[in-house]
């Protein structure tokens, strides 16, 4: 019997070590941990990322940083808890994120972007001409990527001249390893060469200089993106059953998502709608905006989009800061 009272004592403690762990876990920016960010260097990335900052700093008092790197770098950071937040995972794409979230080290929540897509690309003159400018159409038979064996001259790597060029994503980014196994899976490796551009600005730019000079192209893009809807492209379809339906999360440490049960529910909510955020991408773009500045903008004239994702007195201290 003497037993008894001991174990009752035992239970008031643990229920008591329990409370405390559960009012620790509540308070994870009140205990002074920041929150710190994938420093994403895509558009819709960066953007995403600034609004979160901005609304963890301002509604819920936290304080937050963002760190660069490449995203496979940043996802292994993630896994580590290094950095707790990644505004726009591409989930399943990568290895790395893959044996994460296998490992339970990394949680997907939310979905800050729906209808995203990915793929390789031609401007559309090079399939069909363009009497307005002049253009004769070069590959008038290229539908698919399985078409592009026949077509290497078309894209001719001024550097390789006997080779096409394929712009690839820079090195470093999931999309840059799965587009070079694509060009393997293809059979094209022997006829294109594998240009990995230095930056996404990089990139941006060959396209866009290219598309002006009316000079073909072959690239990899995807969207949301300023790009994309300023230039007219043909999305070359790949193999028949392929399905590249993408889901986009908000990526959390396991640790952070166990650990800030207050702030899982902004993740959980946020999203911009994907018209909306090409929008403002293009405006990025053409009014040469910084990211920081065009999401105080964006939270000033949209209201009505980031206040479903917040607390009703967050969104008054947020508003104040506005």
């Given at each position: 019997?003497?037993?008894?009272p001991?174990?009752?004592?035992?239970?008031?403690?643990?229920?008591l070590?329990?409370?405390?762990?559960?009012?620790?876990?509540?308070?994870?920016?009140?205990?002074?941990?920041?929150?710190?960010?994938a420093g994403?260097?895509?558009?819709?990335?960066?953007?995403?990322?600034?609004l979160?900052?901005?609304?963890?700093?301002?509604?819920?008092?936290?304080t937050?940083?963002?760190?660069?790197?490449?995203?496979i770098?940043?996802?292994?950071?993630?896994?580590?808890?290094?950095?707790?937040?990644?505004?726009?995972?591409?989930?399943?794409?990568?290895?790395?994120?893959?044996?994460?979230?296998q490992a339970?080290?990394?949680v997907g929540?939310?979905?800050?972007?729906?209808?995203?897509?990915?793929?390789?690309?031609?401007?559309?003159?090079?399939?069909?001409?363009?009497?307005?400018?002049?253009?004769?159409?070069?590959?008038?038979?290229l539908?698919?990527?399985a078409?592009l064996?026949?077509?290497?001259?078309?894209?001719?790597?001024?550097?390789?001249?006997?080779?096409?060029?394929?712009?690839?994503?820079?090195?470093?980014?999931?999309?840059?390893?799965?587009?070079?196994q694509?060009?393997?899976?293809?059979?094209?490796?022997?006829?294109?060469?594998?240009?990995?551009?230095?930056?996404?600005?990089a990139?941006?730019?060959?396209?866009?200089?290219?598309?002006?000079?009316?000079e073909?192209?072959?690239?990899?893009?995807?969207?949301?993106?300023?790009?994309?809807?300023?230039?007219d492209?043909?999305?070359?379809?790949?193999?028949?059953g392929?399905?590249?339906?993408?889901?986009?999360k908000?990526?959390?440490?396991?640790?952070?998502?166990?650990?800030?049960?207050?702030?899982?529910?902004?993740?959980?909510?946020v999203?911009?709608?994907?018209?909306?955020?090409?929008?403002?991408?293009?405006?990025?773009?053409?009014?040469?905006?910084?990211?920081?500045?065009?999401?105080?903008?964006?939270?000033?004239?949209?209201?009505?989009?980031?206040k479903?994702?917040?607390?009703?007195?967050?969104?008054?201290?947020?508003?104040?800061?506005?």
């Open positions: 019997m003497r037993k008894t001991l174990l009752l004592a035992s239970a008031v403690s643990l229920g070590l329990a409370g405390a762990g559960s009012s620790q876990a509540a308070a994870w920016c009140e205990s002074g941990k920041p929150v710190k960010f994403l260097n895509w558009e819709s990335g960066m953007l995403l990322t600034d979160l900052q901005f609304v963890l700093k301002h509604g819920y008092g936290c937050t940083d963002s760190l660069p790197g490449n995203s770098t940043m996802e292994s950071a993630l896994g580590s808890n290094d950095i707790q937040v990644f505004a726009e995972e591409w989930v399943g794409r990568s290895e790395v994120w893959n044996k994460a979230e339970g080290k990394v929540v939310g979905a800050p972007v729906v209808g995203a897509v990915e793929g390789w690309y031609v401007p559309r003159y090079v399939i069909e001409g363009d009497a307005s400018r002049k253009l004769a159409a070069k590959a008038p038979d539908k698919a990527i078409d064996g026949r077509y290497a001259q078309v894209f001719k790597d001024q550097e390789e001249p006997d080779k096409g060029r394929f712009y690839n994503c820079p090195a470093g980014w999931t999309c840059e390893l799965e587009n070079s694509m060009l393997k899976s293809y059979g094209l490796e022997s006829s294109y060469t594998n240009f990995r551009p230095g930056t996404g600005p990139l941006d730019a060959a396209v866009l200089s290219s598309y002006k000079r009316g073909p192209i072959l690239f990899y893009y995807w969207s949301p993106t300023p790009l994309l809807g300023q230039i492209v043909v999305k070359l379809d790949e193999k028949p392929v399905d590249k339906t993408i889901s986009i908000v990526g959390l440490s396991k640790t952070f998502h166990d650990g800030a049960p207050e702030l899982l529910s902004v993740f959980e909510k999203n911009l709608p994907i018209d909306l955020l090409n929008q403002n991408l293009a405006r990025m773009s053409k009014e040469r905006i910084e990211s920081p500045k065009l999401a105080q903008l964006f939270l000033k004239e949209h209201p009505q989009v980031w479903q994702w917040v607390s009703e007195e967050a969104a008054h201290k947020i508003e104040a800061a506005l």
